[in-house]
C-alpha cells in the first residue's frame, strides 16, 4: 500500500439491504474515472460474506477485467472485485484494494483502535485481514477520501 493511504481511517461495510457485515477493512474512496462517485474499497471482505456474479469484463476505461460481487445473505449486488488488474492501473498511485463497494449500497461504520478512544487507521492494521477490530461510529470527513480505479 503507497504510504499516503497509510493515515487513512478503516470503516466496517454492511449491506444496506440486509444489515450484514461485509468487511471489516473498508477505505472510503472516490472513482479516478468519475470524481463524483463515492466508493469503499478494501483488501480482504469477510470471508464467505459476498461472491462473484457472472463472467469478468472490462469497462473499456482500462483493460483490468472485473467481476460484480453480490452479498451472500440477501443476493444483492454490492460492488465489484477487479480480478486482473492491467499493468497502467497497478503502476498508478493505488491502495493494492481489489474490492470495491458501491456506497448507496453500503453503510460505513468507523473503527477505533483498542484503546477505544482514537480512530483506527490503515497504519495501525495488522498485516493479517483477519484482524477483529472494534465497530464503534464516527464522523468522516472529504480530507479521509481517497482515489481509486
Request: with cysteine; aromatic share 6%; net charge negative.
Amino acid at each position: 500500500m503507497h504510504s499516503s493511504f497509510k493515515k487513512k481511517p478503516v470503516v466496517q461495510l454492511v449491506c444496506r439491504f440486509c444489515d450484514s457485515c461485509i468487511c471489516k477493512r473498508g477505505m472510503k474512496a472516490v472513482l479516478l474515472a468519475d470524481t463524483n462517485m463515492e466508493l469503499y474499497s478494501t483488501d480482504a471482505p469477510c470471508a464467505g460474506k459476498i461472491s462473484n456474479v457472472d463472467k469478468p469484463y472490462s469497462t473499456g476505461k482500462c483493460e483490468c477485467r472485473i467481476s460484480d460481487t453480490a452479498c451472500n445473505h440477501c443476493g444483492n449486488n454490492v460492488g465489484y472485485t477487479i480480478m486482473i488488474p492491467c499493468v497502467p492501473c497497478l503502476q498508478s498511485c493505488n491502495n493494492g484494494h481489489l474490492w470495491i463497494f458501491n456506497s448507496t449500497v453500503v453503510w460505513a461504520e468507523g473503527q477505533l483502535d483498542k484503546s477505544g478512544c482514537d480512530v483506527l487507521r490503515w497504519d495501525s492494521l495488522s498485516e493479517c485481514p483477519g484482524d477483529d477490530n472494534s465497530q464503534e461510529s464516527f464522523h468522516e470527513d472529504k480530507d479521509d477520501i481517497d482515489c481509486i480505479r
